[in-house]
């Protein structure tokens, strides 16, 4: 088990839930949920701000047994966790896995994920935060909500409680090739970009081609123009679905 369901820290404010798991008097298992983050981190050091009157600002610290895995692909499984629960709950949403790791509700973000990673004493340690929109008045021009009416703590709660579920599976997906790749399949069929072309630039060259799936790394698999095959690590500043 990564997370335990009755270990949760509920907060009213907190800098960023990511920052407070990192402290050394938190135990690993344990996670935070917040009704405010005055300083959320997204990917490449972005400021990450859910929106709305309704949001979860949530973060776990866990450890792993598996050691065959990239952070990436790590990071692709919390996603695909975060994705399932919202599933269950919003079985009528048309919700997709945006790689690496946002939720997109048609085409807008309904949900940033960030997965951290630090070594204490030779043993790695992860935290996996996560930011949902649930509800709101404003509209938004790249975000979107997932009710249109609030819904109340106790619906979020249930909603973490999903969360963690989905969470603790990973640790049984990572343990045979077999899980991995069913996993990739699956995140894949509920794929904002599968089919969808894209262009970017990786070592250097700029091309174009269609998304295919996802390697063992956690890496996007692209077919490009000239039918070669390439790896993306991450999506830059060019990344772009055409």
């Given at each position: 088990?990564?997370?335990?369901?009755?270990?949760?820290?509920?907060?009213?404010?907190?800098?960023?839930?990511?920052?407070?798991?990192?402290?050394?008097?938190?135990?690993?298992?344990?996670?935070?949920?917040?009704?405010?983050?005055?300083?959320?981190?997204?990917?490449?050091?972005?400021?990450?701000?859910?929106?709305?009157?309704?949001?979860v600002f949530f973060s776990g610290k866990f450890l792993l047994s598996a050691t065959n895995f990239s952070l990436p692909l790590l990071?692709?499984?919390?996603?695909?966790a975060v994705l399932k629960a919202l599933q269950h709950h919003f079985p009528n949403l048309s919700l997709k896995l945006k790689w690496p790791n946002d939720i997109y509700l048609e085409e807008k973000k309904v949900s940033g994920i960030l997965i951290e990673s630090e070594s204490i004493d030779g043993t790695s340690i992860f935290i996996a935060g996560i930011g949902i929109?649930?509800?709101?008045?404003?509209?938004?021009?790249?975000?979107?909500?997932?009710?249109?009416?609030?819904?109340?703590?106790?619906?979020?709660?249930?909603?973490?409680?999903?969360?963690?579920?989905?969470?603790?599976?990973?640790?049984?997906?990572?343990?045979?090739p077999n899980t991995i790749q069913k996993e990739l399949d699956w995140i894949y069929e509920n794929s904002f970009l599968r089919n969808k072309k894209i262009q970017t630039t990786q070592n250097g060259e700029?091309?174009?081609?269609?998304?295919?799936?996802?390697?063992?790394?956690?890496?996007?698999?692209?077919?490009?123009?000239?039918?070669?095959?390439?790896?993306?690590?991450?999506?830059g500043p060019d990344f772009k679905v055409i």
């Open positions: 088990m990564l997370l335990d369901k009755e270990c949760g820290i509920q907060l009213e404010t907190v800098d960023s839930t990511n920052t407070y798991c990192k402290k050394k008097e938190i135990p690993t298992g344990y996670w935070v949920l917040a009704k405010e983050q005055t300083a959320g981190r997204g990917r490449h050091g972005r400021v990450w701000i859910s929106q709305g009157e309704e949001k990071s692709l499984f919390i996603g695909s929109n649930i509800f709101g008045n404003e509209k938004l021009a790249t975000s979107e909500y997932l009710s249109e009416t609030p819904l109340g703590n106790n619906f979020k709660l249930n909603l973490i409680y999903t969360i963690i579920k989905f969470i603790n599976e990973i640790e049984f997906i990572l343990s045979n700029f091309f174009t081609g269609n998304v295919i799936g996802y390697d063992r790394n956690g890496f996007l698999i692209v077919k490009k123009e000239d039918e070669s095959l390439v790896s993306i690590i991450d999506t």
